[in-house]
């Protein structure tokens, strides 16, 4: 029989081609198919209306600039052999798989203490008990159990796949220029020494542009204040859910896996409830909420009908803490606006804070390697742009409230 082989049309990176088995595997899962339904960008939507690509348009992007990526290494004489560059690509497929409805918005939400990371690494474990143990070298290298480290990093790391498809993608779909980045040419740039992911030294300001491109796609798109009020009033439904719940309230009731982790937010994670996580997605969220709209609870029924019609939360954002003179000031104006009390505030008017990094000198470096052999932190390269202090996190405080 001839290979099976397929090709998908991607409007970032043109043509895609498929063609090993294990990884078709993957492909046709229902719980791969399933990131169709997750969009990538949660609620970016409400500011960027073309932000509506998926967590699997990701996800197939990471795993063609991974596939790039192996072949650009092959030709500097990187040793990568056939077993190694199939399980890095299954594991770049399924490095988001254990994402929720609404992705980063809903983290820790759906199911309390669970991280999506934890979450991609116990379906990796079912799907391979699925096929025979056919994913045990991808998720050695997912884990970084590997003795090659690099392929890891290429997972997971400064430089990763993850991260030069997500912003060259969110970017073309929410119309945001400053996340356009030269991922092309930083591919070509990368290297390895000593087992470690590295940038040779004519890449040095492509990865700069690219650390900065990040920061600004964070504050503009990621962090945007419409953005970040309409997640949070996404979170704060589902804390009034959890605050007012009762197996008895019929009301409360989606027919969806939803409604036993709101019975049972931290399960075990036995297959059984893997397997109800990944029958949740936006649209069951979306269902809810439009489902809860009509509860007789005022406050549950306030917030989902203000998401649906987007009636957004005010959101304020400062460099400083906002006082508690403030934030008091704030609900005692609701309380004569809104027919509320006191325990209710919470969920209509509350402060926070939102951080970002451009570069981690503890946890995540980018080595450059130099024409002589030697290796320098790309933070400690003379005249360069990313300097220690940018290392600092950015750290912005923001209320929100009902306008």
């Not at 001839?2 to 990884?23: A, C, M, Q, W």
């Not at 197939?60 to 072949?71: I, Q």
């Not at 489902?291 to 007789?296: G, M, N, T």
């Not at 290796?375 to 912005?396: C, F, G, H, M, W």
Request: net charge negative; charged share 20%; with cysteine.
């Amino acid at each position: 029989m001839p290979e099976k082989r397929k090709i998908i049309n991607d409007p970032v990176y043109g043509f895609i081609t498929i063609s090993h088995p294990l990884i078709f595997f993957i492909l046709e899962h229902p719980y791969y198919q399933r990131l169709r339904r997750i969009q990538q960008m949660a609620m970016a939507s409400m500011v960027y209306p073309g932000a509506v690509h998926t967590r699997l348009h990701h996800s197939l992007g990471a795993y063609h600039l991974m596939g790039n990526t192996v072949a650009e290494l092959r030709s500097k004489g990187i040793a990568i052999s056939a077993e190694e560059e199939i399980a890095v690509k299954c594991a770049i497929l399924l490095h988001d798989i254990g994402h929720g409805p609404y992705s980063h918005a809903l983290e820790n939400r759906v199911l309390e203490g669970v991280h999506h990371e934890t979450m991609s690494l116990a379906i990796m474990q079912m799907l391979n008990k699925e096929c025979g143990g056919a994913l045990d070298l991808a998720i050695e290298i997912f884990t970084n159990q590997y003795h090659q480290p690099f392929l890891h990093q290429l997972i997971s790391g400064q430089l990763d796949m993850d991260r030069m498809d997500y912003l060259s993608r969110d970017s073309f779909f929410s119309g945001v220029s400053e996340g356009v980045i030269g991922y092309d040419r930083i591919l070509k740039m990368l290297t390895v020494w000593n087992g470690q992911l590295m940038v040779e030294e004519k890449g040095i300001y492509s990865v700069e542009k690219f650390l900065i491109a990040r920061r600004q796609m964070y504050w503009q798109v990621y962090l945007h204040k419409t953005v970040l009020a309409a997640e949070k009033m996404m979170v704060k439904i589902i804390e009034r859910v959890r605050a007012i719940y009762s197996p008895n309230d019929k009301e409360l009731s989606t027919l969806t896996a939803l409604d036993y982790f709101l019975a049972h937010p931290n399960p075990t994670l036995t297959e059984e409830n893997i397997s109800r996580f990944c029958s949740l997605d936006d649209y069951d969220i979306m269902h809810a909420i439009k489902h809860w709209s009509k509860h007789s609870d005022p406050i549950l029924s306030l917030l989902c009908n203000r998401l649906l019609n987007r009636q957004l939360f005010h959101c304020r954002i400062q460099a400083s803490p906002f006082s508690a003179d403030y934030l008091q000031q704030k609900q005692q104006e609701l309380l004569q606006q809104y027919p509320i009390n006191d325990a209710d505030l919470p969920f209509v008017c509350f402060t926070g804070e939102a951080t970002n990094t451009l570069y981690q000198l503890k946890d995540e470096r980018i080595q450059v390697l130099f024409k002589d052999g030697t290796v320098t932190d790309i933070s400690r390269i003379e005249n360069a742009l990313i300097q220690e202090n940018l290392s600092a996190p950015v750290k912005k405080f923001y209320i929100c409230t009902l306008p």
